[in-house]
């Protein structure tokens, strides 16, 4: 089993400042890519960044130029730093991972539980 442990969320005002973390604990044999999503109240859920195991990164539109994600040391780490944030950045952010765990030898996709970010003033 998979178990993630995700911290950052929080409430900020227009033009602030947020760092997501997330951590993946559990027998992991490979990490392919992280990342995060999003998905606010009636709307679907958005993949908003990822990042390979080669570090390779991609972002939805929206956030380019105002959101990093970055590994830590250890593989199956990940942060989402969050600059700019406006109120359509409300939403819960979701970690994702894509790995093979113990039991599931293969890639598979896996997440968080979820950390609420509020963006108002």
């Known amino acids: 089993q998979v178990q993630f442990v995700e911290s950052g969320g929080g409430l900020v005002q227009p033009g602030g400042s947020l760092r997501l973390s997330c951590a993946a604990s559990g027998t992991i044999f490979s990490v392919t890519t992280m990342g995060w999503a999003r998905q606010a109240p009636g709307k679907q859920r958005e993949l908003v960044a990822t990042?390979?195991?080669?570090?390779?990164?991609n972002y939805a539109d929206s956030v380019k130029g105002r959101f990093t994600i970055s590994r830590g040391n250890a593989e199956n780490t990940v942060y989402l730093q969050m600059n700019g944030l406006k109120p359509e950045d409300t939403a819960v952010y979701y970690c994702?991972?894509?790995?093979?765990?113990?039991?599931?030898?293969?890639?598979?996709?896996?997440w968080g539980q979820g950390t609420q970010v509020t963006v108002s003033s």
């Open positions: 994702n991972a894509v790995m093979a765990i113990s039991g599931r030898p293969y890639d598979s996709e896996y």
């Open positions: 990042i390979t195991h080669s570090g390779s990164t």
